[in-house]
């Protein structure tokens, strides 16, 4: 299926592509757009990953830079079933994550110092173990083709503002160029929307699975989506074709519940968890329900998380 998604993928990158390119110079431009179109699907799924990483001034850390969190990554991969992936910091105030790579043997997973500073423990690992569940789907490698081929289309569209439209081989002229420029970015953001977004419905459960505390990613989940609408991420806004690799949209301007957004509704997310861990049997899940949600809360290490003893449920904690 991931395969398959991701060969659609390809294909409809593919043709806008294309359209974009007749539309700059007719049959001629159509054809160096699918010459083109052919590398750069080629050189995204070999880079992507790392591109999208370098767009968001990741820096990759170990066991002696940030000896807690390359732990708590190694750690969760392992009740993943997963090889080590690398692990980046951003640095960027707002709370926020995100996975990428071509396969589980070429991932790596990024957070940002915001995270780091406003969850506590148990939020940071059901964060991480949501972005190894998309890892473990494999929907990686469609993120991340996604973001790089959007950003080229909408790059594509620009180039044909100042060089097309005046020459005889452009079919519609000045204004059908207008038109594309304007439209090529769209219609390359709707074909980023319909990679179902029951993904990261799927991420939240296994995530949950992963780290034993389905009400810790909830509780992540709501600190993070109040936050992300105070604090801007600079390398987000600049590069928004990548905002639907992050669990939570980092755009200020997003709103979770529109049409076009690229994230479930997060109150929808937070109760299909709650739902989760009343079904676990997970201690205390309805006094988390109430809670009301802080923008910062102090990091620190829960004594009755899974890090410490066991969860009600077996999982991969106990």
């Known amino acids: 299926m991931n395969i398959m998604r991701t060969g659609l993928l390809l294909a409809a990158m593919t043709g806008l592509f294309l ?4 539309l700059i110079g007719g049959q001629t431009g159509m054809l160096i757009a699918f010459a083109v179109s052919i590398a750069t699907n080629f050189f995204a799924y070999w880079n992507s990953g790392n591109m999208v990483l370098k767009m968001h001034g990741a820096e990759q850390v170990d066991a002696n830079s940030a000896p807690d969190l390359h732990q708590m990554v190694a750690q969760l991969a392992q009740n993943a079933g997963l090889p080590m992936p690398r692990v980046f910091i951003m640095h960027q105030d707002q709370p926020n994550a995100f996975a990428t790579g071509r396969n589980p043997e070429h991932s790596a997973v990024a957070v940002t110092t915001g995270l780091m500073q406003r969850l506590n423990h148990d939020e940071i690992a059901g964060v991480i173990a949501h972005e190894l569940a998309h890892i473990k789907n494999r929907d ?14 909408s790059m594509l569209a620009q ?4 060089f097309g439209g005046r020459g005889r081989d452009n079919p519609l002229g000045f204004i059908g160029t207008l038109a594309m420029v304007i439209l090529a970015p769209l219609a390359a953001m709707l074909v980023q ?3 179902s977004r029951t993904r990261e419905y799927s991420a939240d459960k296994l995530g949950a699975e992963i780290c034993g505390q389905p009400m810790a990613l909830a509780g992540a989940l709501r600190k993070i989506s109040s936050t992300v609408e105070q604090v801007h991420n600079d390398h987000a806004e600049k590069s928004p074709a990548t905002a639907h690799m992050f669990i939570i949209n980092p755009l200020s301007g997003e709103r ?17 968890l709650q739902k989760l861990a009343n ?13 009301p949600s802080t923008a910062r809360e102090p990091s620190q290490d829960t004594p009755d998380g899974p890090w410490s003893q066991p969860n009600q449920r077996k999982g991969p904690w106990g």
């Open 140 to 153: 990686t490698l469609t993120m991340t083709l996604t973001a790089t081929l959007a950003g080229a289309i």
């Open 19 to 22: 359209a974009v390119g007749y």
């Open 193 to 195: 929307m319909a990679i």
């Open 159 to 162: 180039f044909g503002m100042f």
């Open 256 to 272: 979770m519940d529109g049409l076009f957004s690229t994230h479930p509704n997060v109150d929808n997310r937070i109760g299909a």
């Open 279 to 291: 079904e676990w049997g997970t201690p205390g899940a309805e006094q988390h329900q109430q809670r």
